[in-house]
């Protein structure tokens, strides 16, 4: 029994049926591609080309081809790394925290926002392979004895725990959004008609009928998956702050990386997730899916993390002060009045004073404002990776080793080239996979609307009788007080 | 070996689940019910045990650990003991994000696998199904029949229950 709010509004809108659920998903899987996908499918594939491009001159001609030098070994690369695994949290927050806390809200946007974890990811984890300079040898991360001789790995390291970290989050998100996917993907393969697409979906959907016990087996394992899930998502971004704050660098030995790191990424991922849902729901019709309900609350969650954020900035400068260090101070001064001191601006801009507009309730419930919003704190979070990983790094302990950085056109390549590579994966993703859950929201479909079900069934013959489960009917809202 | 079901589709899953304790309360035998997404309550009714797969998920996440702790104790610590930092040779605060990360890996791949081998879930060419509307919107409850059971009656409990419609389907391979 689920108990039902008289004045939320409902999840899902338009009167839908369970079977209008299925036909309004399946509608772009099964229709021919149209021409504004394959639009965007070209520009993304053009972006693709230069990733191709820029990855075969970084391979062919070495690391030479970025804009790194002595001081500053660490640039680009790495804040874009950081950039896209910060991204790809959301999507695991999505559909494992608001899961463990009965967000029934989540179910229609968890099937997108886990895809973009997925090629977030992927995206996240060409920076590292490809700064490795030899990305065929990138197996010697892993605990192979050197050369096959005699030396382990490193267990000391942050980076080698980060390679355990992404290649477990990588998998485990994976296998978490497979499962989700396998009885929408039989839900498609009972209604396909061509013959490769019935062979694909069958393969896809892996025999699943929708049995009772299959279903009770599915939900535990869901459960557990969002159980393990979260700490995992936490820990992934911990460990990420980790390759900075073991170091003896000023400005990034400090003790508050981890959940600030962990507060940017959910930020960084709601702001994306907002970006990319607003344009999936006016391309593919989700209007009635991906509610403005939605739009706020996800926008009301940028907000918080957004001042969490804010708040980590001004306790690393109160930090910077009180500790009394005079290498920490002027890291920090550098920081916000040296020569980047116009990347500080836009990393404050971006995140700080841009997302407090959300508090207005006009602004979380207009469409337009939130997409300039979530593109801002997009760029606002790339700029704060940016300004702590090249300010922190190019005026350390010797000023005759102090250095500015510039990006070369191959850096820009691999870093325009990922969101090609991104684009592509998750129109692919969009065409031919279901972009919303439609096992999980025809489950909270019922229950979504100010007094009961809207869904009485398809025939008014047999319209359903008003079922009665433990003498509570099945339409009423829970009265915790006397029915528990 | 060819088999015989008699189907009752149901439109809604409040009406399917009150059937499903009617129709097992008046002594029918039910093989199995599908439904296009879970339903609450419907394990009880139907007398499903509770998974066992949450035990199974935490033994493999302590194979995990245990695994984790041994690579790194043996390889640092006994194989090839180095000094990094001025650290001991196992220093074990250092190890804890790889065995977390251990711990997980194992847990969630050893229950996911254990989960697809149990209900028996691999790609198949092509996978029969007793009605297609099972996965769209429609509640399938399936009873097994043969050539001795009173169709008449078992139609007319699973009518009266509220099913929509009555189907007999055969299946040579389920």
């Known amino acids: 029994m689920q108990h039902v709010s008289p004045v939320r509004e409902p999840l899902v809108t338009g009167g839908k049926t369970y079977h209008d659920v299925t036909q309004d998903v399946c509608r772009q899987v099964e229709a021919a591609p149209n021409i504004r996908w394959m639009a965007a499918l070209s520009v993304a594939l053009l972006l693709l080309g230069v990733f191709f491009y820029s990855v075969y001159r970084t391979l062919w001609y070495g690391i030479g081809e970025w804009g790194l030098n002595k001081t500053i070994g660490w640039a680009w690369d790495i804040t874009n790394f ?38 977030a990811v992927i995206c996240a984890a060409m920076f590292p392979v490809l700064h490795m300079g030899r990305p065929w040898l990138a197996y010697w991360v ?11 790995v490193n267990f000391n390291s942050p980076l080698l ?50 049995s009772a016990k299959h279903w009770s087996r599915y939900e535990t394992v869901s459960l557990i998956l969002a159980g393990v899930s979260t700490p995992l998502v936490l820990s992934v971004h911990t460990i990420v702050s980790m390759d900075f704050a073991t170091s003896v660098v000023p400005g990034w030995h400090t003790t508050i990386f981890p959940p600030y790191f962990v507060a940017g990424a959910i930020f960084s991922g709601f702001a994306m997730v907002l970006t990319l849902m607003l344009i999936t729901r006016v391309v593919f019709k989700l209007e009635d899916y991906i509610t403005i309900e939605h739009i706020a609350l996800m926008n009301k969650i940028m907000m918080v993390t957004g001042s969490i954020v804010g708040v980590a900035y001004i306790t690393e400068f109160f930090i910077a002060w009180y500790s009394q260090v005079e290498y920490e101070s002027y890291a920090f001064i550098n920081r916000a009045t040296g020569p980047y001191w116009w990347a500080y601006a836009a990393m404050m801009t971006c995140n700080v004073i841009t997302p407090q507009l959300v508090w207005f309730r006009k602004v979380r419930y207009s469409i337009p404002l939130t997409f300039i919003l979530s593109i801002i704190v997009n760029i606002g979070m790339w700029f704060e990776r940016f300004v702590i990983i090249v300010t922190s790094l190019h005026r350390d302990y010797l000023p005759s080793s102090w250095a500015m950085f510039s990006p070369t056109i191959i850096d820009v390549g691999i870093y325009v080239g990922t969101i090609g590579l991104f684009f592509t994966l998750f129109l692919l993703f969009a065409k031919f996979f279901p972009v919303i859950n ?21 025939d008014p013959h047999h319209a359903p009788k008003p079922a009665t489960t433990h003498g509570v009917p099945a339409s009423a809202p829970v009265n915790y007080d006397k029915h528990d | 070996m060819t088999k015989r079901f008699a189907l009752g589709i149901f439109e809604d899953e409040d009406v399917l689940l009150h059937a499903v304790e009617n129709v097992r309360e008046a002594g029918v035998k039910i093989y199995e019910v599908f439904t296009p997404f879970p339903i609450h309550g419907i394990d009880d009714a139907l007398g499903i045990e509770r998974s066992r797969l949450p035990i199974a998920a935490f033994f493999f996440g302590l194979t995990g650990l245990a695994f984790a702790l041994w690579m790194q104790i043996y390889m640092l610590g006994f194989d090839w003991p180095m000094i990094i930092g001025g650290k ?34 691999y790609p198949r060419w ?28 078992l139609t007319q409990i699973l009518r009266e229950n509220g099913a929509s419609e009555v189907n007999q389907k055969e299946m040579s391979k389920f």
């Open chain 1, 82 to 119: 950081v950039w896209w695994v910060g991204i790809g949290h959301a999507g695991t927050l999505i559909s494992a925290v608001l899961l463990l806390f009965r967000q029934k809200w989540r179910t229609s946007i968890n099937r997108a926002a886990e895809a973009m974890t997925i090629f």
């Open chain 1, 142 to 152: 892993f605990p192979l004895q050197n050369t096959f001789g005699s030396l382990w």
């Open chain 1, 161 to 210: 725990w980060d390679v355990f970290a992404i290649s477990t989050y990588f998998t485990v998100s994976l296998v978490f959004w497979y499962t989700g996917l396998v009885p929408d993907f039989a839900t498609i393969r009972d209604r396909a008609k061509g013959p490769i697409a019935k062979v694909a979906y069958s393969m896809l959907s892996m025999g699943w009928k929708g």
């Open chain 1, 438 to 458: 439609m096992a999980e929201v025809k489950a909270v479909l019922k229950y979504t609307v100010d007094n009961g079900p809207t869904y009485t069934g398809h």
């Open chain 2, 88 to 121: 001991p040779h196992i220093a074990l605060p250092a190890f804890i994000p790889v065995s977390f990360e251990l711990t997980v890996l194992f847990c969630c791949h050893g229950m996911v696998i254990t989960f697809y081998t149990i209900s028996k879930l």
């Open chain 2, 126 to 153: 092509k996978t029969p199904v007793l009605d297609v509307r099972s996965t769209d919107d429609k509640f399938v409850m399936a009873i097994e029949v043969n050539e001795n059971t009173d169709m008449t009656k």
